[in-house]
C-alpha cells in the first residue's frame, strides 16, 4: 500500500449538485496530484497542488477547483455535476515536481 | 505535444508464458521519465518502474523486465512465466522534467488463464 487515501470510496450524486472528493497524501509528500479516469481508458490530468498552491492544470473546466491544505492533504470540488464526471478520481501524491506519483484508491463517482 | 501509445487493447495468455506489453511513446523534450503503472481489478494504480531518458539500461526485477529504446521510442514491458495474479491492466505513462502531470496510454488488460 502506498500511504495515500481517499474518501469516500464510492458517491452517487445527481446532476448539477456539487461533490467534495478527499485524500490524504504519504507522509513526507508535498505534492498532490488529481487525474480522472473514465470507464475504460487511462487516467487524465486534472490539477496539481505543490506546497498549497497550484502548480498546474489540465484541460478541465473551471467547476473543477481543489484546493491543499498545510499538512498536504487535498480536495477536488466538482460543481454543476454533469453525466460524463462519472468515473474514478485518483489522487496521487509525490514527494515533490517530477517525482514518482504513488495514487490512492480512488473514488468512484456515479452521477444520475 | 506529449502522447502515449499501447497498441494493444487485451492479451489473453496461458499460464506461465511470456508476455510482452509494447508502448510508443513520443515527447519533445529531452529530459523525460517513462513509468509502467498496474490497475488490478480494485482500481488502484501500483507503481512498478520509473525510468529517466538518460538511461537506457534494461532492468531486471523477478518476473518482470522493460526494453527501453530510444531509437525507436519505445519502452517494452515483459512479464517472465506469468501468473494469474499478473492479471491486470497495465499502463504505460510519461512525463516532462519538472513537470505537474503524467501522460498515460489507453492501458492493455492483460488476462492470465489458469
Known amino acids: 500500500e502506498t500511504g495515500v487515501t481517499q474518501s469516500p470510496t464510492h458517491l452517487i450524486k445527481t446532476r448539477g449538485q456539487q461533490v467534495t472528493l478527499r485524500c490524504s497524501s504519504q507522509s513526507g509528500h508535498n505534492t498532490v496530484s488529481w487525474y480522472q479516469q473514465a470507464l475504460g481508458q487511462g487516467p487524465q490530468f486534472i490539477f496539481q497542488?505543490?506546497?498549497?498552491?497550484?502548480?498546474g492544470r489540465g484541460n478541465f473546466p473551471p467547476r473543477f477547483s481543489g484546493l491543499q491544505f498545510p499538512n498536504y492533504s487535498s480536495e477536488l470540488n466538482v460543481n454543476a455535476l454533469e453525466l460524463d464526471d462519472s468515473a474514478l478520481y485518483l489522487c496521487?501524491?509525490?514527494?515533490?515536481?517530477?517525482?514518482?506519483?504513488?495514487f490512492g484508491p480512488g473514488t468512484r463517482l456515479t452521477v444520475l | 505535444a506529449q502522447k502515449v501509445t499501447q497498441a494493444q487493447t487485451e492479451i489473453s495468455v496461458v499460464e506461465k508464458e511470456d508476455v510482452t506489453l509494447d508502448c510508443v511513446y513520443e515527447?519533445?523534450?529531452?529530459?523525460?521519465?517513462l513509468f509502467w503503472y498496474k490497475q488490478p481489478p480494485s482500481g488502484e494504480l501500483v507503481f512498478l518502474i520509473r525510468?529517466?531518458?538518460?538511461?537506457?539500461q534494461n532492468e531486471i526485477s523477478g518476473r518482470y523486465s522493460w526494453n527501453f529504446q530510444k531509437s525507436t521510442s519505445s519502452f517494452n514491458f515483459t512479464i517472465t512465466a506469468s501468473q494469474v495474479v499478473d492479471s491486470a491492466v497495465y499502463f504505460c505513462a510519461l512525463s516532462g522534467n519538472r513537470d505537474d502531470k503524467i501522460i498515460f496510454g489507453k492501458g492493455t488488460r492483460l488476462h492470465i488463464l489458469p
Open positions: 525510468r529517466n531518458s538518460f538511461d537506457e
Open positions: 515527447t519533445r523534450d529531452t529530459t523525460y521519465y
Open positions: 497542488y505543490y506546497r498549497e498552491e497550484e502548480n
Open positions: 496521487a501524491s509525490s514527494s515533490g515536481l517530477s517525482d514518482t506519483q504513488y
